[in-house]
C-alpha cells in the first residue's frame, strides 16, 4: 500500500490478556519503529528495527512487551498479560534508510478494561 | 533521560497570522530534528527536517530554525490556515531514538 498499515485500528480487551499489534510498513522501507502515546502526550520510543541488524529493545518498557520484524516486512508487537497502564495509542512508523521523512500509521488505540 | 520540551502546550492564532511554535532540546549530540503534525485521531505527519550542521529550512509555509547555542528549535508557519489546527511535536534524533516532546495544541480562529 501507499502507506504503513496497522491494524487493528482499536482494541479492547480484558486486564491479563495478551495482545498482537501488527505493522504493515511501506514497501522498501528498512526502517521501523513502535511508539506508545498516552493521552495527551508524546510519543514514547518502544523498539527499532533496521534491516537485518539486531532491534533496538532500549524502549521496551517490561519483558512483557516484545516485538517481531521478519526482514523488511510486517513486525508485530505483543504485549503480554497486559496492564491498564498499557492502554494507549501505538504508533508504527517506517522510513527508507532510518533517517528523515518517517511515515507514520494512524495506530492501534488500545484499552485495557 | 533525554528530554524534549515544549515552551507553550497550546497556542491559538488568526487566520491568516503566522505561528511560531518552540521546542528545547537537552541533547547537544543530537545531529538531526523534525518536526510532525498530527490531527485528531491520526498518526504524526512530517513536516520538515533540519540537520545540525544548518540553522535554517524553508519548505511550503513552514520554516524552521535551528539554535544550537541554546538548543532550541522553533517552526514558523506563514499565514496559518484553519486546516493547520493540529498538535506539532518536535523530535531529535540521538543515536537509533526519536525523542519527542509532549507537543503544542495549535488553534486557528477563523
Known amino acids: 500500500g501507499a502507506g504503513v498499515s496497522q491494524s487493528p485500528s482499536n482494541k479492547v480487551t480484558e486486564k491479563g490478556k495478551d495482545v498482537e499489534l501488527r505493522c504493515d510498513p511501506i514497501?522498501?522501507?528498512?526502517?521501523l519503529y513502535w511508539y506508545r502515546q498516552r493521552l495527551g502526550q508524546g510519543l514514547e520510543f518502544l523498539i527499532y528495527?533496521?534491516?537485518?541488524?539486531?532491534?533496538?529493545k532500549s524502549g521496551l518498557p517490561s519483558d512483557r512487551f516484545s516485538a517481531e520484524r521478519t526482514g523488511e516486512s510486517v513486525s508485530t508487537l505483543t504485549i503480554q498479560r497486559t496492564q491498564q497502564e498499557d492502554s494507549a495509542v501505538y504508533l508504527c512508523?517506517?522510513?527508507?534508510?532510518?533517517?528523515?521523512?518517517?511515515?507514520f500509521g494512524s495506530g492501534t488505540r488500545l484499552t485495557v478494561v | 533521560g533525554e528530554s524534549v520540551g515544549l515552551h507553550l502546550p497550546t497556542l491559538s492564532v488568526q487566520e491568516g497570522d503566522n505561528s511560531i511554535i518552540n521546542c528545547a532540546y537537552s541533547?547537544?549530540?543530537?545531529?538531526?530534528f523534525i518536526w510532525y503534525k498530527q490531527e485528531s485521531g491520526k498518526g504524526p505527519q512530517f513536516i520538515i527536517d533540519?540537520?545540525?550542521?544548518?540553522d535554517k529550512r524553508q519548505g511550503q509555509r513552514v520554516t524552521v530554525l535551528l539554535n544550537k547555542t541554546v538548543k532550541h528549535l522553533s517552526l514558523q508557519i506563514a499565514a496559518t490556515q484553519p486546516g493547520d489546527s493540529a498538535v506539532y511535536f518536535c523530535?531529535?534524533?540521538?543515536?537509533?531514538?526519536?525523542?519527542f516532546g509532549t507537543g503544542t495544541s495549535l488553534t486557528v480562529i477563523p
Open positions: 523530535a531529535e534524533k540521538a543515536g537509533n531514538q526519536f525523542y
Open positions: 514497501s522498501g522501507h528498512t526502517a
Open positions: 512508523a517506517s522510513s527508507r534508510e532510518g533517517i528523515g521523512g518517517y511515515t
Open positions: 528495527f533496521q534491516g537485518n541488524s539486531a532491534p533496538d
Open positions: 541533547n547537544s549530540a543530537s545531529d538531526y
Open positions: 533540519i540537520r545540525s550542521n544548518m
